[in-house]
């Protein structure tokens, strides 16, 4: 658990580095803020939820652009994401929902999002 704070700060600090040049348009359910999100608005999380297994699994498919039946991550599930993406939220309820989802997918290439953590 103290490595998933610690990565969620670091992550948080990368954001924040990042120039206009290096910067992309957040599309669709991913612009609503995690205070949206940790309140459930609208009763959408599952909506919310999709959207972020999806912008990770673009964003690994990024990083890792070879395609392969075995997960480079075994015993990671969409749980282990969510559940990070729930602490981040958390802990950052001014962000919106496209930087949790990158602070999870940055965490998950770091080894910070495993199973039960």
């Not at 120039?19 to 669709?28: F, H, K, L």
């Not at 749980?79 to 990158?102: E, Q, W």
Request: glycine share 10%.
């Amino acid at each position: 658990m103290k490595a998933m704070w610690c990565c969620l700060g670091a992550a948080a600090v990368g954001l924040m580095a990042v120039s206009a040049a290096d910067a992309y348009t957040i599309r669709g359910i991913g612009t609503d803020t995690c205070a949206d999100y940790n309140a459930n608005v609208n009763g959408w999380n599952g909506y919310r939820e999709t959207w972020v297994v999806g912008f990770v699994t673009g964003a690994e498919s990024a990083r890792h652009p070879v395609s392969h039946e075995n997960s480079p991550f075994p015993g990671v599930s969409n749980d282990d994401v969510i559940g990070f993406v729930t602490a981040f939220c958390s802990r950052y309820p001014m962000k919106n929902l496209a930087a949790a989802a990158d602070a999870s997918a940055i965490a998950l290439n770091s080894g910070a999002v495993a199973r039960g953590q």
